[in-house]
C-alpha cells in the first residue's frame, strides 16, 4: 500500500475505532449509576474484642514521628480510661527525616504489636506521612490470624482501609496518641471500643447526657446502632452532649450539617477517611473499594480547587459513582487563600460534585482534623439518613 495512503487508513481506522469508546466514557461519566455492580456476598465484619479496665493499649508510628512531649497528653488519656499505655521504640522524630523510622522497621513494629498477645490495642502516635509506603510490607494473614482494636486517622487512612479490605477486619477512624482527647472524643471512645459495662467499672468524668430525646426518633431506634445526627441549622460550631436514647441507641449533634442533593437513606458498610491519601491510592492494589458502602471524606488545609481535583478524581476512577452513600466531616482550614481567585467556595465544589450522584450526601459531621472527634469504625455497617442528617451504626463495632 502507498506510504500516505496506508497512514491516512490507518488514522482513519483508529479514529472509528475510539469514537465509540469515547461515547461511551462520556455517558458512564454524564450518567451516575446509584447502584453498585453485581458483586460477590458481603461476608460478616470481624470484630475486635473491646477494651475494658486494665487492657493494654500500644502505640507505634506507621508514618512519621513524634517528640516525646507531644503523646504526653494522649498517653494521659487513655491512661485515664484505665488502659496501661506501651510505647513501640520507633514512634520518635530524627532518625529517618520525616518518617519515624525506615520503612522496614515501622511494619516489624506495627506486626510486633499485632502479634503480642498481652496488646489489646493499637492506636498510632500521629499520622504525617509514611504509613503507604510500608503497606507492601503488612502481614495481613498474621493480622486476621490476631484481630484486635487499630486507630488513627489521617495518613493512617490507608491502613485503617487496607486491612478492612484485606481481612474483613473492623478498623477505626479515631484519635491519635498526638494530643490529649477532650470530652466529646473520649466520650466517643469509650461508646464506641470499650465494653457495654465499663462505665460501671471505672469512675470516668464523662458528662451525663441531658439533651431532650424526641419521642419518634426514639421509637425509631429499634435495633442497635448509634447515631449522628443534626437539628437546627445557623448555631455556633460545636460539639454538643451526646443524648441516649436507651442503652443501645446514641444520639451525636452537632449544628451545622447540611444535605446535598437527593434525600432519602443509604446503607452499607463505612469507608473512607482523609481525601488525600484515598487518592494516593487509586490505581495500586490498596485503593478503596466503594461499591456500595457508605463513603466518609475528610481532609485539611486544602484550597477549593485541590478538593474539587481530588474529589474528580475520585469521580473519574468511579469511585464516587458506585457509592450507596456519602459523609462529608471537617475539611479544617481549607478556605481559597488567594492562590486561585476568584474561587469557588467548598460548598459549590460539593454540590458540583455529589448533586449528579443522586444518592444521600450529607455534610459536616464532627470528624477530621479537629480537636473534638467521633471514633468511626471502618468496615462496620451504616445508616446515612439524608432527611433526618444521621449517620446510624447498626451492628455494634467491638465484641464484649
Given at each position: 500500500?502507498?506510504r500516505?495512503r ?17 461515547t ?12 453498585p ?5 458481603l ?18 508510628a ?7 512531649d ?7 488519656s487513655?491512661?485515664?480510661l484505665?488502659?496501661t ?7 520518635y ?18 506486626m ?17 506521612y ?5 503497606l507492601?510490607?503488612i ?10 482494636i ?5 495518613d493512617?487512612t490507608?491502613?485503617?482501609n ?5 481481612c ?11 494530643g ?9 471512645v469509650?461508646?464506641t471500643?470499650?465494653?457495654?459495662n ?10 451525663t447526657?441531658?439533651?431532650?430525646v ?10 442497635k ?8 441549622p445557623g ?12 442503652d443501645?441507641a ?7 450539617l ?7 437513606v443509604a ?12 487518592c494516593?491510592?487509586l ?20 484550597e ?8 474528580t ?32 467556595n ?7 460534585r ?5 444518592i444521600p ?5 464532627q ?7 467521633l471514633t468511626?469504625?471502618?468496615g462496620?455497617?451504616?445508616e ?8 446510624s451504626?447498626l ?6
Open positions: 500500500m502507498h500516505r496506508f497512514v491516512y487508513s490507518l488514522f482513519a481506522s483508529s479514529a472509528l475505532a475510539a469514537a465509540p469508546l469515547t461511551q466514557a462520556q455517558s458512564t461519566l454524564n450518567e451516575p449509576r446509584t447502584q455492580k453485581k458483586r460477590k456476598k461476608l460478616p465484619a470481624l470484630f475486635p474484642a473491646a477494651l475494658s479496665k486494665g487492657s493494654t493499649v500500644g502505640i507505634v506507621p508514618a512519621s514521628g513524634v517528640i516525646p507531644e503523646i504526653k497528653g494522649g498517653v494521659k487513655l491512661e485515664s484505665g488502659c499505655v506501651v510505647l513501640g521504640k520507633s514512634i522524630r530524627g532518625s529517618a527525616g520525616y518518617l519515624a523510622a525506615s520503612d522496614e522497621v515501622r511494619a516489624a513494629e506495627f510486633e504489636f499485632v502479634r503480642r498477645k498481652d496488646i489489646d490495642a493499637i492506636v498510632c502516635a500521629r499520622g504525617g509514611g504509613t503507604m509506603r510500608m507492601h510490607l502481614d495481613f494473614d498474621e493480622i486476621c490470624r490476631n484481630p484486635k487499630i486507630m488513627g486517622y489521617s493512617i490507608v491502613l485503617l487496607a486491612i478492612f479490605q484485606r474483613n477486619l473492623v478498623t477505626f477512624h479515631g484519635p491519635v496518641a498526638a490529649e482527647f477532650d470530652e466529646f472524643t473520649r466520650d466517643s469509650v461508646k471500643l470499650f465494653t457495654k465499663y462505665l460501671a467499672d471505672i469512675s470516668l468524668p464523662i458528662d447526657p441531658t439533651t431532650p424526641d419521642s419518634a426518633q426514639t421509637a425509631k431506634s429499634t435495633t446502632q448509634t447515631k449522628f445526627s443534626k437539628d437546627k448555631r455556633q460550631e460545636k460539639p454538643r452532649t451526646a443524648t441516649i436514647a436507651s443501645d446514641i444520639t451525636y449533634s452537632d449544628s451545622l447540611f444535605t446535598i442533593g437527593k434525600g432519602g446503607q452499607g458498610q463505612l469507608v473512607g477517611g482523609n481525601l488525600t491519601m484515598l494516593s491510592t490505581g495500586t492494589p490498596f485503593e478503596v473499594d466503594t461499591r456500595g458502602k457508605i463513603l466518609f471524606l475528610e481532609d485539611v488545609n486544602e477549593p480547587y485541590r478538593i474539587d481535583r481530588m474529589l478524581h475520585l469521580w473519574l476512577a468511579g469511585k464516587l459513582q458506585v457509592a450507596a452513600g456519602i459523609v462529608l466531616g471537617k475539611f479544617h482550614r481549607s478556605e481559597p487563600s488567594g492562590e486561585l481567585l476568584p474561587s469557588y467548598l460548598e459549590e465544589v460539593f454540590r458540583s455529589f448533586e449528579p450522584l443522586q450526601v450529607v455534610g459536616n459531621f470528624f477530621g482534623h479537629i480537636r473534638a472527634k468511626l469504625p471502618v462496620a455497617v451504616a446515612l439518613d439524608a432527611d433526618t442528617k444521621t449517620l451504626i451492628e455494634k463495632p467491638v465484641v464484649g
